[in-house]
């Protein structure tokens, strides 16, 4: 079985700042790994995947996250957070003998300041 | 080349009714994935399909929910005799292959049932 924790529920930064959303993982097996974000009464929008290549991992939007399999971690980062980047963050994981289904973090709120 | 479409966008049942969502995959998928998501939560697998298959139905509820994906035509998630609690999110996600790609995400039914 795998889980994520997104271990802060909200996040508020200041624009201009840097932005870090943590999550770690449970997994039995090697994971994917992704970040979706989610403007309000949208859908699901894919920012960036780990799947066992390179550890850190450029997204869209200037997003990056970096895998550490010895922490069990894949954390978000931007380093200038924009008004725009104001929305929710899903940390989620993949096994493929689990069918690949999508298993979802509780969410980050992450709400930009001017 | 569309992306995953759902309808409708938006539903409001009585208690009792049923509710029927439709998930078009995104061109050359053949997996489809459902899930739902509670207010203020994280997305919750409910069912895994390929064409005319149910592949993994370990999130779904017992009772009232069910889920097809026939030789054409969209994905159906069909809920029978609505109750408040059934007031959520539904999104449909879609693959090319298992295991080897994200998920790609339709803009979600946001169904109320009142």
């Known amino acids: 079985a795998q889980s994520v924790t997104q271990l802060d529920s909200h996040v508020s930064v200041s624009e201009g700042t840097p932005v870090l959303l943590r999550c770690n993982y449970s997994s039995s097996y090697s994971p994917s790994l992704f970040w979706y974000v989610q403007h309000p009464n949208k859908g699901l929008q894919l920012l960036l995947k780990y799947t066992s290549a390179a550890t850190l991992v450029k997204g869209i939007n200037g997003f990056e996250a970096e895998f550490k399999k010895s922490e069990t971690s894949f954390h978000l980062t931007k380093p200038s957070a924009h008004m725009s980047d104001a929305a929710e963050y899903f940390c989620?994981?993949?096994?493929?003998?689990?069918?690949?289904?999508?298993?979802f973090g509780g969410g980050t709120r992450l709400m930009v300041k001017p | 080349n569309a992306g995953v479409m759902q309808n409708p966008r938006h539903l409001v049942r009585r208690r009792g009714q049923e509710a029927r969502l439709r998930c078009s995959p995104m061109k050359g998928h053949s997996h489809v994935y459902w899930y739902r998501q509670l207010p203020e939560e994280g997305l919750k697998f409910m069912v895994y399909l390929q064409k005319e298959n149910i592949i993994d139905e370990s999130g779904m509820p017992k009772e009232r929910f069910s889920a097809e994906f026939p030789k054409e035509g969209p994905s159906i998630l069909r809920i029978q005799q609505v109750v408040r609690g059934d007031s959520a999110a539904y999104f449909c996600?879609?693959?090319?292959?298992?295991?080897?790609?994200?998920?790609?995400f339709g803009p979600g039914t946001r169904l109320t049932v009142t």
């Open positions: 989620v994981v993949s096994v493929r003998n689990a069918g690949n289904m999508l298993t």
């Open positions: 996600a879609s693959s090319p292959l298992d295991g080897s790609y994200e998920q790609y």
